[in-house]
């Protein structure tokens, strides 16, 4: 029987279920019978969304059946419950105040929505709230139970950053994903695809930036067979990502024709080849990456407002790697973690204290290269000071080095500091104990120290050390 037919059937014979004196038994009977034969699927995670959305659009003979979640920017714009004569919007119930969801239902002209459909829909809209529920959930146990989650860092700016990659995922809008190079943008699209709906679907790139300009078209749209002579018909890359993700790198380095057709094929989620007549529709989650900011190529006229609005709805923002110090060892040892296959390599604790200073103008790719470099060349199974290159080891290697190699106590070292932060600070001995957190006992002990050992100075000091500084000698002195 078909599903008009159970509708006209259920209109007919009330039997006292959910909803106002309408039937609305059968209908969401088999929703709910195909979300239990997915839950007790054998192997891979149910898509119950996906599920969903198919069986009550099969089961109200309605065109399309949507359940998502608004972001935030967004919700304060949404008006439900909505219904016109062919849609209907109603919000979904969360047990989160600060996720918003709807449930959209569309029918093509030859149907009208009527007040069953509405209850219908009303009690669908419940039931979609559970679904969600199960859906947000789903990549946080993903990630307890899978420790590998490639995204490494704990400091807060990487907590934050990977909830919002869970929390994106689930949706099926277009990201824009900012950062400088090297700081895992691509990593932050594949962990975006890897939990989403789509995982089983491919993940394709698109380096925007190295395709020739004259290419570009071909490559993301495909091209007609014969379209020139000799050239081979193919499909492009967003029918390649037909039912999974696109994602288009660097896409600050598109020209602006470029920019227009990619806003077209955005818009409409249709593609033409190159040659071809009439579009394809691709069903694809687009998420794109760069990392000069948008907003100030646009106020340069260097990039299309038109498709930056279009793609700046949902952004991510990496943070780079100077921003995170606190990530660094933990970042240095996954990746020689990484080689323990090799060699079980550990870090020094000076080495470890001259990474977290360094800058990384590369990001996390410098650090992983890095890591590789002392898999190949550390002597000893330690990664010391020494086996990091100069630029790395930088004013750690040119304060720490000297002293290191003269043997310094720790009485001269102090001494030398001591000195240093005392002329600083105008030779204002209260400013100076301020600064070093000592008393001012200890610091005139200190200065003493090093005044009296500043005539027998041997060793050349590093640059930062101003005249007058001294090498380390043990007679008698401060604490
Ligand atoms: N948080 C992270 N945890 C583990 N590896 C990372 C992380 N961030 C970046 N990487 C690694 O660093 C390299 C550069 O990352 P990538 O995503 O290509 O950077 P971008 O696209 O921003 O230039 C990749 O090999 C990636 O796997
Ligand atoms: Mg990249």
Not at 196 to 203: D, I, K
Not at 258 to 274: G, S, T
Not at 333 to 338: D, V
């Amino acid at each position: 029987m078909s599903a008009a037919n159970d509708r006209m059937n259920a209109a007919a014979v009330p039997q006292g279920d959910a909803g106002p004196g309408w039937g609305v038994g059968p209908e969401l009977r088999q929703v709910l019978a195909a979300l239990g034969a997915g839950l007790s699927r054998e192997g891979g995670e149910p898509d119950l969304q996906g599920i969903f959305e198919r069986e009550l659009q099969r089961a109200l003979a309605v065109r399309t059946v949507r359940l998502r979640e608004i972001p935030p920017r967004y919700q304060a714009r949404l008006v439900t419950p909505t219904r016109t004569p062919d849609s209907i919007v109603l919000g979904v119930p969360s047990s989160d105040p600060r996720v918003q969801a709807v449930l959209e239902a569309s029918t093509g002209p030859d149907r009208c929505l009527d007040d069953r459909d509405q209850a219908l829909l009303s009690a669908a809209a419940e039931l979609g709230g559970l679904v969600l529920e199960a859906a947000r959930s789903r990549p946080r146990i993903r990630a307890t139970v899978q420790p590998t989650a490639s995204l490494v860092g704990s400091t807060p700016v990487m907590q934050a950053l990977r909830e919002r990659v869970e929390r994106v995922a689930v949706t099926d809008f277009t990201v824009l994903v900012e950062g400088e190079s090297g700081t895992g943008k691509e990593l932050v699209a594949r962990q975006l695809h890897d939990i989403s709906r789509r995982r089983n679907g491919p993940f394709v790139a698109v380096n925007c930036a190295a395709v020739v300009e004259t290419l570009l078209e071909a490559e993301l749209f495909g091209i007609e067979e014969r379209t020139a002579t000799g050239v081979r018909g193919r499909r492009g890359k967003f029918e390649h990502a037909d039912g999974g993700t696109l994602f288009l790198d660097e896409v600050s380095d598109l020209s602006l024709s470029a920019q227009a057709k990619l806003l077209r094929a955005i818009q409409d989620l249709a593609v033409e080849r190159v040659g071809g007549v009439g579009s394809k529709r691709v069903n694809t989650r687009i998420v794109v990456a760069t990392n000069r900011p948008l907003s100030e190529m646009v106020a340069r006229a260097q990039f299309r407002a038109d498709l930056y609005y279009r793609l700046s709805g949902v952004e991510i923002h990496v943070a780079p790697l100077r921003q995170r110090r606190e990530d660094i060892p933990e970042l240095a040892r996954y990746f020689l973690n990484r080689h323990r296959g090799t060699r079980q390599l550990t870090l020094s604790v000076a080495a470890e204290d001259a990474l977290r200073l360094y800058a990384w103008p590369g990001n996390v790719r410098e650090l992983e290269r890095l890591m590789e470099r002392a898999v190949a060349l550390t002597g000893c199974d330690r990664v010391e000071l020494d086996d990091l290159p100069p630029h790395v080891r930088g004013d750690y290697g040119t304060v720490i080095g000297p002293a290191l190699a003269t043997g310094d106590s720790m009485r001269a070292w102090g001494s030398r500091y001591a000195r240093l932060v005392f002329e600083r600070c105008g030779g204002n001995k209260r400013q100076a104990c301020r600064v070093l957190d000592i008393s001012y006992h200890t610091l005139q002990a200190y200065l003493r120290y090093a005044d009296r050992s500043l005539s027998k100075s041997p060793t050349p000091l590093p640059a930062w050390a101003a005249p007058g500084q001294a090498n380390g000698e043990e007679s008698g002195g401060p604490p």
